[in-house]
């Protein structure tokens, strides 16, 4: 089983930074992708940024490329740590945002099947002010 522990996040005007991380740990980690999906209220969960095990692919969402970057620290097949720099935040970037992991994401764009199996963190709250 894994488990995901989130930090980071919080307020800050348009225009500012966050970091967000994620420690995992689990003997199910190894080969499989991580990322960060969103929701904010009143909508869906969204996808934003997905990073392959080794940290050789990514892909974003078009609403956040350019502005955030996901990278990752692969300590061993147990356990990974993802982080997303999210810069020149804007208001509609305020949300709950989730580290997932078990993402069956190897290269190439993201699609929602390669969340069937994943799991969740516990949610971090972004808010971005104008």
């Known amino acids: 089983q894994v488990q995901l522990v989130q930090s980071g996040g919080g307020l800050v005007q348009a225009g500012g930074s966050l970091r967000l991380s994620c420690a995992a740990s689990?003997?199910?980690?190894?080969?499989?992708?991580m990322g960060w999906f969103r929701q904010a209220p009143g909508k869906e969960r969204e996808f934003v940024a997905v990073?392959?095990?080794?940290?050789?692919?990514?892909?974003?969402?078009d609403s956040v490329n350019g502005r955030f970057t996901i990278s990752t620290i692969s300590r061993d097949n147990a356990q990974n740590t993802v982080t997303l720099q999210m810069n020149s935040l804007k208001p509609e970037d305020t949300a709950v945002y989730y580290c997932?992991?078990?993402?069956?994401?190897?290269?190439?764009?993201?699609?929602?099947?390669?969340?069937?199996?994943?799991?969740w963190g516990q949610g971090s709250q972004v808010t971005v002010s104008s």
């Open positions: 990073i392959s095990w080794r940290g050789g692919d990514t892909d974003y969402a």
């Open positions: 997932a992991a078990g993402i069956r994401y190897w290269r190439g764009r993201y699609n929602s099947k390669m969340i069937e199996s994943a799991e």
């Open positions: 689990g003997s199910t980690l190894s080969n499989y992708a």
